[in-house]
């Protein structure tokens, strides 16, 4: 069965960096497009990035543009976040999410998500 692991979380101070990072099983990785999704308490799952599967196409909330950037190592079944000049709002536990189909951007499948705490 198709499983998703991050890690990378923690807590950091405002105007710092962060790489999280997932490591996905189950499914031959690259046929399908990756996204980094975010909860923050109290507020809905909203996302932050996604990528297609050849990496060569990203988008991004108008939030973290700028500052976050995905990537994804098709040979190691990776995808990453880098987050740099973090803010307070941008606390969240964060999940990976791996698309139902090939080529869409229909999340069907969650990580089991990683806290980012930053302090002001």
């Known amino acids: 069965q198709v499983q998703l692991v991050e890690s990378g979380g923690g807590l950091v101070q405002a105007g710092e960096s962060l790489t999280l990072s997932c490591v996905a099983s189950?499914?031959?990785?690259?046929?399908?497009?990756m996204g980094w999704f975010r909860q923050a308490p109290g507020k809905e799952r909203e996302s932050v990035a996604s990528?297609?599967?050849?990496?060569?196409?990203?988008y991004y909330a108008d939030s973290v543009k700028g500052r976050f950037t995905i990537s994804r190592d098709n040979a190691k079944n990776m995808v990453y976040l880098k987050m740099n000049s973090l803010k307070p709002e941008d606390t969240a536990v964060y999940y990976c999410?791996?698309?139902?189909?090939?080529?869409?951007?229909?999340?069907?499948?969650w990580g089991q998500g990683t806290q980012v705490t930053v302090s002001s």
């Open positions: 999410a791996q698309s139902k189909f090939g080529g869409d951007y229909v999340w069907e499948y």
């Open positions: 990528i297609n599967r050849s990496g060569t196409a990203r």
């Open positions: 189950g499914r031959i990785f690259v046929n399908y497009a």
